[in-house]
């Protein structure tokens, strides 16, 4: 089976350089990369833009921008070079992600992201990237983001064009969701799904929940079921691999990626998913 | 102002025995408490109803039933136990929590669910004790509760009577929620609030996030706000604080009603709010 549409995203081998990133993924036969700010930046947007391209690989998406919520800095010239650094790299979608709350107003902190996500629109439109907006789990909305469900960050979308503003399916943060199918075939419907990515929900969660997730087929996630909702939702887009994990990060990159590749085709790409 | 409305969950003052939580809920001026089925098996359930009583206090809830996911044992004996007790306590509500799954299937847990109460509503009904499903917040969905939002207990509630079914909301648990404003109006509008359970949310969590309750104003939840939906709904039954946390359980238990009195005045029912 192809690998055409695994990404691999530079978190899941965070002790690498992009450079790294982009030849462990070209030799192990991906089809892209999802590139986070940071290594790009180390590397240069525009070395960047050539190392992927050289090596026969996709941009997925650029993680990430976002936040949107503080009080004394709008936080758009960011996300503007953020929109820039994506253009740079042929990433269609730029993966934000909205929040925290930086006091107890959680209606305040929603509105401050719906209004200055109108502020990039414009630009996201003329630099040919979309921003894709990503729900995280629930338990994230204290410090890092305000929007916690498909649908949410669907209404969220709604006024903008398609072109301009999608959804992220990221599985660890929506699997709960007992509307989730609804949302996404609406999500599907209307053109929005920006991005599928995959990781697995571990139990017991560990210390730092930011590093909780696992690899597909570590935790208690139902991928033959999500997956199918996704493909019935019409969606042939890259399917990234993101994973938050202190043991995976220790691991050899190589061999994360072996993993990678192993799982996806047992659990994701399987025939009869 | 009076306290009659507000109760002491025992979980708050976990390290105290039925009696200890009765004697410190009644000395504080408390309108209720809402005892756990272990505390009150340790007590007897006739000694406890009656300690209670003789103490001048209501139940507002017996804490608790429910799982009802396993695939093997469908639990049901030990929940019409459970709704036995809190009939001879006079507690006008058992709540229960749904979960976890005992596998991947997550639907099918789901179902099970559904499936059970409708079992146990018939029993509910006969012991005048109405089935408080509560949504726990989506990290618990793995291992500890597949309802995880107002609208799915709400969804979950609708086929049976008023009288058999209602829904909790527990501030830790549904704060984050986009829909909450709604679905606290409708749960009034259908006369399903059972109880309004307030405790706050801890940044950052705690490693166990079990435990990362807080005292009411220790956290980040506005409770004017949630509080006022609460009352806009139309609901006027007790407010109970349940708090799971090792530096509450550490602290002296009158302390902590201390504190949890001062807080509900300051924050819960406050004027203005």
Known sequence: MSL???SLNTKTVNNWTL???VEGAAQAGLGAIGPWRDRVQEAGVTESAKMISDAGLRVSTLCRGGFLTAIDDDGLDDN???LDEAAELGAPELVMVMGGIPDRDLIGARVRVSDRLADLVP?????GVRIALEPLHPMFVADRAVISTLGQALAMAEPHPVEAVGVVVDTFHVWWDPDLEAQIKTAGERGRISSYQV?????????????????????????????????????RGDVEVEIFNAAVWAADGDQVIGTMVERYRELIDAPGN
């Open 19 to 21: 450079k790294e990133a």
């Open 199 to 235: 990781c697995d929900w571990l139990v017991p969660m560990e210390a730092d929940p930011l590093l909780s997730r696992g690899m597909m087929g570590d935790g208690v996630i139902d991928f033959a079921t999500i997956g199918r909702w996704v493909e019935e939702a019409g969606y």
């Open 4 to 6: 055409e549409r695994l």
């Open 123 to 127: 630009y996201a439109l003329e630099r």
């Open 80 to 82: 503007r070079r953020a």
